[in-house]
T-cell receptor, first 113, second 115 residues
Framework: AQSVTQLDSQVPVFEEAPVELRCNYS??????LFWYVQYPNQGLQLLLK??????LVESINGFEAEFNKSQTSFHLRKPSVHISDTAEYFC???????????FGAGTRLFVKA | GAGVSQSPSNKVTEKGKDVELRCDPI?????LYWYRQRLGQGLEFLIY????????KSGLPSDRFSAERTGESVSTLTIQRTQQEDSAVYLC?????????????FGPGTRLTVL
């Protein structure tokens, strides 16, 4: 069975500081990996995904995540955060071609001025 | 519409009452998912519809939970005899033909509070 662990439930950071949101997964098969973002009072949005190929994937708003198979991790990073990045971030895993997605418990990123 | 919509956005009910939650998927999307998000927890898969195939109900937590879908459009999640532990945000997602997990689009959710 697949599972996802997000090690931090809350991460407070100051604006323009770097941030890393940690995600580890377990799976006996190959995986697709995702980060979703949920802004206050909005639905989940796909932030970025790893399906195959380059292990470093990027989003349009400056986030990046690296698939590390040996460490079974998919940590999300941003070198300089903005107030508008305040949201809850969910790491998720699915099997290639499958329909079920397993989500982590989420990490609440709070960016302070 | 442009995205997945859900109604109501908030629902407060008394223990023991039945509730119905509605999901309108993106037009043309054949796959539809329901998830539950309890406070401080990740999303739990509840049920999956794909076209005219039999739905995958493996995530429904008890027989008090049921869901229906009319063709490839609206879906209704029904919770009978609600309990306080049913309090959560219920999220719906849809995806294009093929229904792969990596192509899900989520609605804003319905926040259910059972008193």
């Amino acid at each position: 069975a697949q599972s996802v662990t997000q090690l931090d439930s809350q991460v407070p950071v100051f604006e323009e500081a770097p941030v890393e949101l940690r995600c580890n997964y377990s799976s006996s098969v190959s995986v697709y990996l995702f980060w979703y973002v949920q802004y206050p009072n909005q639905g989940l949005q796909l932030l970025l995904k790893y399906l195959s190929g380059s292990t470093l994937v990027e989003s349009i708003n400056g986030f990046e995540a690296e698939f590390n198979k040996s460490q079974t991790s998919f940590h999300l990073r941003k070198p300089s955060v903005h107030i508008s990045d305040t949201a809850e971030y969910f790491c998720a895993v699915s099997e290639p071609g499958g329909f079920k997605t397993i989500f982590g418990a989420g990490t609440r990123l709070f960016v302070k001025a | 519409g442009a995205g997945v919509s859900q109604s109501p956005s908030n629902k407060v009910t008394e223990k023991g009452k039945d509730v119905e939650l509605r999901c309108d998927p993106i037009s043309g999307h054949t796959a539809l998912y329901w998830y539950r998000q309890r406070l401080g927890q990740g999303l739990e898969f509840l049920i999956y519809f794909q076209g005219n195939s039999a739905p995958d109900k493996s995530g429904l937590p008890s027989d008090r939970f049921s869901a229906e879908r009319t063709g490839e459009s609206v879906s209704t999640l029904t919770i009978q005899r609600t309990q306080q532990e049913d309090s959560a945000v219920y999220l719906c997602a849809s995806s294009p033909p093929g229904g792969r997990a990596e192509e899900q689009f989520f609605g804003p959710g319905t926040r259910l509070t059972v008193l």
